[in-house]
């Protein structure tokens, strides 16, 4: 990608995103509701005092998600507030990551953060058409990727033995995702939500014994997601070979270097009163996992970004079939694990679904999957309908 030594405004990064899109295949249409969007969203964080792609951040994007949110709502109330039906802010949200995903290309942002966790879960919810559109684990991706992490890890337990823990922690990772219906964001970190229990789960937060993962749901309550059986020897596996010397310690640390000397400096600085200089003999000296085990500094946990990483690194190796930009991802994304094991468990009993996904409702879980029931509905109809011809 190419950068800049002084990034453009938001606006006249509207203008080059315009004149590029003039000199593709796009037609006259798409770029004239783009800027209509792109101008609205772009007067919206004027209001805001944010001009430059460098004020951006995960947490805007989700005040924006949120903004659509109570326009859909306005219009679901039958209210005159600027309704607008679920459909349209999905199509002036992803109008918006066009744009940052373009951005980030040019080097104007690290990363397209309307694709971060935290601002898509602040959207409402897709229509029915949009959700049976979403990616979600088939059972034949979810068998194949974990098939891979399991033999990897296998082979990397047999020749290294306790120092296969990149591996393993891959393993759990994956188990995680595919056997608990989380979200990302309640066992990943959060860049940009410093609330306690956005910062990556714990050890004391599992409970191999009840199956059960204490987690900050969407809610903002404290609750116990399922953690399935078929997940527990890889969690299990794990910990003994990661050793955590703590249960404050987060299940998947994050292994970003600079993260983890920053925690150090921070704590031997703060907590143990050491001088700069010897804090660098100390980090000069030793590796950077001694020295958070021997001063007992619990280090960041990995955020959701480095876990679409290891996903994307993961899915790659494995081979799975996965459509690429624009058709797919190109990868199995976090939420699609929720979707997936969701699915799965729904067309098999409503209310077992409804207790895994953690739905306040049944009715909430029925809007979740209401294209299956739409497609068994046609199917019993069809049948139904052969049935009496043939009786006439």
Known sequence: STTTEDPPTLQEGLTQFLEAKAKGDDSGNYRRNANRVISQWIDWLAQRDIERFEQLDETVLAHYAEHLRRRVAASEAETTDGGIAR???WTYYNTI????????????????????????????????TQQSQQQFWTPAQR??????????????????????????RDRALVAVLAFTGVRASEVFRSEHDNRTGRQGIRWRDINLEEQTISVLGKNQQRQSAWLLEQAIPAVERYRTISDPPSDDWPVFPTRHAPSLYESARTHLREVDNENEESIEVILDEN?????????QIVPPAITTTGARSVMKRLCEAAE?????????????????????IGDTFYRMDRGTAQDLMRHQSLETTKDHYSHIDATEGAKRASEMLDESNADQ
Do not use: C
Not at 113 to 124: D, I, N, W
Not at 147 to 166: F, M, W
Not at 287 to 295: S, T
């Open 87 to 89: 459909s349209t802010a």
């Open 97 to 128: 990551s066009a744009f940052l995903g373009w951005a980030s290309k040019w080097g104007y942002l690290q990363e397209n953060y309307a694709r971060a966790g935290l601002a898509q879960e602040s959207m409402p919810d897709r229509s029915t």
């Open 143 to 168: 068998e194949q990727i974990l098939n891979y992490v399991n033999k990897r890890a296998h082979d990397a337990i047999d020749e290294k033995g306790l120092s296969a823990e990149i591996e393993a």
């Open 287 to 295: 590796p950077i996992e001694e020295v958070l085990r021997e001063y």
């Open 320 to 340: 799975l079939d996965i459509p690429t930009p624009p058709e797919g991802p190109g990868y199995l994304q976090l939420h699609g694990a929720r979707r997936g």
